[in-house]
T-cell receptor, first 116, second 112 residues
Framework: AQKVTQAQTEISVVEKEDVTLDCVYE???????LFWYKQPPSGELVFLIR??????QNEISGRYSWNFQKSTSSFNFTITASQVVDSAVYFC?????????????FGQGTTLQVKP | KAGVTQTPRYLIKTRGQQVTLSCSPI?????VSWYQQTPGQGLQFLFE???????NKGNFPGRFSGRQFSNSRSEMNVSTLELGDSALYLC???????????FGQGTRLTVV
C-alpha cells in the first residue's frame, strides 16, 4: 500500500530559526515521485518540489532544501532562517504509475507557525 | 496564463440535496484531478480525468461522480449530500512532462 506519514502535526518557531519538516513514505513501486506542497490560508496548494525515485540528489532552492534518502524512505524539507511568510500548512505527497501527477497520496500535513 | 479556476468558491447546501462543482484547468492541460480536504481525513484523492475519460478513482462512494468535457473543463457532482461531505474540494490540472499539478483555490462546501 502507498502511504505518506508526516508525524509533526504542528511546529512553532521564532523567525530566523531553521526548521525541518519530516516526511516518511511507503510504496512497493520502484518508480515513484515525491512532492512538497505549501498551502497558505487562501487554500490553493502551491508546488515546491518534485523528486523521482531514481534521483537521490539533495536540492537547495534559496532558503529551502530537501533531503531524499531511499534507505530510510524519507524526504525531509528544511527551511533555513524562517520568515513569517513561511507560515502555512506543508504537505508531502507521493505518486506512482503512469499518471505521475494525476493521483497524489498526501500526508496529513504539518502546520508551521513562524512567530516574529 | 490563467491558473486553475474553481467555481463557486463557497456553497451551502442542505442534507439530501445534490451539488455540482466546476473546475477550469490551465489552458492546454488535459488532466484534471479532484481532492477532498477535511480536518479529520486530510487530503484525499477523488478521481482523475484525462481527455474526457476517468483514469483513476479514489475510495469514495458512488454518490461522488465527475466528468470532463472536450475543452478539459471538469465537473464533480455529489448526490444525496451528507453532513460529512462538508469539506474543501480542490481541483488540480497537469500536463504530461511538466511534472507537477497546479491547484485551484477550492470550493468550500458546507452541508447543513
Amino acid at each position: 500500500a502507498q502511504k505518506v506519514t508526516q508525524a509533526q502535526t504542528e511546529i512553532s518557531v521564532v523567525e530566523k530559526e531553521d526548521v525541518t519538516l519530516d516526511c516518511v513514505y511507503e510504496t512497493r513501486d520502484t518508480t515513484y515521485y515525491l512532492f512538497w506542497y505549501k498551502q497558505p490560508p487562501s487554500g490553493e496548494l502551491v508546488f515546491l518540489i518534485r523528486r523521482n525515485s531514481f534521483d537521490e540528489q539533495n536540492e537547495i532552492s534559496g532558503r529551502y532544501s530537501w533531503n531524499f534518502q531511499k534507505s530510510t524512505s524519507s524526504f525531509n524539507f528544511t527551511i533555513t532562517a524562517s520568515q513569517v511568510v513561511d507560515s502555512a500548512v506543508y504537505f508531502c505527497a507521493l505518486s506512482f504509475g503512469s499518471s505521475n501527477t494525476g493521483k497524489l497520496i498526501f500526508g496529513q500535513g504539518t502546520t508551521l507557525q513562524v512567530k516574529p | 496564463k490563467a491558473g486553475v479556476t474553481q467555481t463557486p468558491r463557497y456553497l451551502i447546501k442542505t442534507r439530501g440535496q445534490q451539488v455540482t462543482l466546476s473546475c477550469s484547468p490551465i489552458s492546454g492541460h488535459r488532466s484534471v484531478s479532484w481532492y477532498q480536504q477535511t480536518p479529520g481525513q486530510g487530503l484525499q484523492f477523488l478521481f482523475e480525468y484525462f481527455s474526457e475519460t476517468q483514469r483513476n478513482k479514489g475510495n469514495f462512494p458512488g454518490r461522488f461522480s465527475g466528468r470532463q468535457f472536450s475543452n478539459s473543463r471538469s465537473e464533480m457532482n455529489v448526490s444525496t449530500l451528507e453532513l460529512g461531505d462538508s469539506a474543501l474540494y480542490l481541483c488540480a490540472s497537469s500536463s504530461p512532462g511538466q511534472g507537477k499539478a497546479f491547484f485551484g483555490q477550492g470550493t468550500r462546501l458546507t452541508v447543513v
